[in-house]
């Protein structure tokens, strides 16, 4: 199983930090446009995966599409994501990414660091796959799986599972 942060792209944002309402004030308004058209990057991806002929929802800003897709074949909407994220991307350009997405980015992206060293300071050899991903082995001992906190990392091992 590859493991990996998610890959978003990072918000470039040249916004000079300011102390006056005015910075903030213009970052505040600034974060709110990257939210909306966000919003509607995501709308457009599940308009056209409906077009598609899949019974998707609008999510939410952040993609959550918890509680959909009881009858959605995730085997082809996997294809038809890949066709329709092009299209979107022809027609939009690159989805931004909010203030939250990046934080939440950074956090995995550490999640990931941190897991892989204490794996690698346990003796494990992980495969490096590149841009984050690594795959580790199928049967890491259960002590390092409880020393390394990868419980979520591997189920089935370690802790109350």
């Not at 446009?33 to 929802?57: I, P």
Request: proline share 5%; charged share 30%; aromatic share 4%.
């Amino acid at each position: 199983m590859a493991l990996a942060s998610a890959a978003l792209p990072l918000l470039v944002a040249g916004l000079a930090a300011c102390s006056t309402s005015a910075g903030t004030d213009a970052t505040s308004a600034s974060e709110e446009s990257t939210e909306k058209q966000a919003r509607d990057w995501d709308a457009a991806l599940s308009s056209c995966l409906r077009d598609a002929g899949f019974d998707l929802d609008d999510p939410d800003l952040f993609g959550d599409e918890e509680g959909q897709g009881a009858t959605v074949d995730w085997d082809a909407v996997g294809p038809a994501t890949d066709a329709c994220l092009a299209e979107v991307t022809d027609e939009r350009g690159d989805r931004p990414v909010t203030e939250a997405e990046a934080d939440a980015q950074a956090d995995a992206d550490a999640e990931v660091d941190r897991v892989r060293s204490c794996l690698e300071d346990h003796g494990v050899e992980v495969e490096d796959e590149g841009e984050g991903f690594f795959t580790p082995p199928e049967d890491v001992p259960q002590d390092v799986v409880t020393d390394c906190d990868a419980q979520d990392w591997f189920p089935g091992q370690g802790g109350d599972q």
